[in-house]
């Protein structure tokens, strides 16, 4: 363990496994206090038995959510503001691929609900105490899979015509686009956020859709995945690196800027995306 993030609180959400672990164990070992959070109870608990003894630090946490369920997003977010006086970085991580049409317990499409959504509820939840650590990270996983995207915003839930692989990339051009829009809004707070493609990663995305799907999976990430580790440096790049202290409103692959979609300049749509996504989550009347 180094000291590179001691004394830093970093919450890592999706953090059972994969990218998301191997990013709460990359920050554990920079000796930072990491919150990772998980549906699983004895998941969590094994995680950060795991994390904990690989990296020899025992500041590593685990809190319990389902991030597709908005009530568990603002349980999650009044836990932490109750256990936390700082944040120091958040990792929007958790996500999922789903074949066929799903809903939330919400009754919103799992995709839009656990990719987009929660992003975009968590952060804002939080926000408040990143303000107060500042300088403070926000980093929000997204893929290369939103560049042949477009944001449907007259059925952004795929009630007509649902494609799994259609459905993920909106997803994540969502992702794209709320970062870029949070950024604007989070100028002169000296709180940043940047996105990032992680490529494709050895874990165990997409195994939730049933064998067929799970065994292609299996077979294509044995000849074309990179590790966990690998898969989790630009996110840890992003946490730690001196190199984007003040970087914001960028997206990231192999711990390089470069340039997301066309579409994911638009500032119109995104600020109509923010519009859209503070009605499907209820968010002024929470605040």
Not at 22 to 28: I, P
Not at 114 to 125: A, G, K, Q, S, V
Not at 214 to 243: N, V
Request: charged letters at 20%; aromatic letters at 8%.
């Amino acid at each position: 363990m180094d000291i590179a993030m001691q004394g830093k609180t970093c919450i890592v959400t999706g953090a059972t496994n994969g990218i998301g672990e191997a990013t709460a164990l990359g920050l554990a070992r920079m000796g930072a206090k990491v919150i990772g959070i998980g549906r699983s109870r004895a998941k969590c608990a094994e995680t950060a038995e795991r994390i904990k003894r690989l990296s020899g630090n025992q500041q590593v946490e685990f809190l319990i959510a389902d991030l597709s369920v908005q009530e568990q997003v603002q349980q999650l977010a009044q836990t932490i503001h109750r256990q936390c006086t700082q944040l120091d970085v958040l990792v929007n991580n958790a996500g999922g691929y789903f074949t066929s049409r799903q809903e939330s317990a919400d009754g919103i499409e799992m995709t839009w609900a656990l990719n987009h959504l929660n992003y975009f509820l968590l952060t804002n939840l939080l926000l408040d105490l990143l303000k107060a650590s500042a300088p403070a990270r926000i980093v929000c996983v997204s893929s290369d899979a939103h560049r042949n995207a477009t944001i449907h915003f007259d059925d952004p839930e795929f009630k007509k015509g649902y494609s799994g692989f259609a459905v993920y990339g909106h997803s994540k051009l969502a992702n794209v686009l709320f970062t870029y829009e949070l950024s604007r809004r989070l100028a002169g707070t000296c709180v940043t956020a940047n996105a990032l493609h992680p490529g494709f990663v050895a874990s165990g995305f997409g195994m939730n859709n049933g064998k067929l799907m799970s065994a292609a999976m299996r077979i294509a990430q044995r000849f074309g995945a990179r590790s966990p580790e690998k898969g989790a440096q630009t996110s840890l790049y992003l946490a730690s690196s001196p190199k984007v202290e003040n970087v914001t409103g960028q997206y990231f692959a192999d711990e390089r800027a470069v340039k997301s979609s066309p579409a994911s300049y638009d500032i119109d749509a995104a600020a109509r995306l923010w519009t859209l996504s503070e009605q499907m989550t209820h968010l002024q009347q929470i605040a």
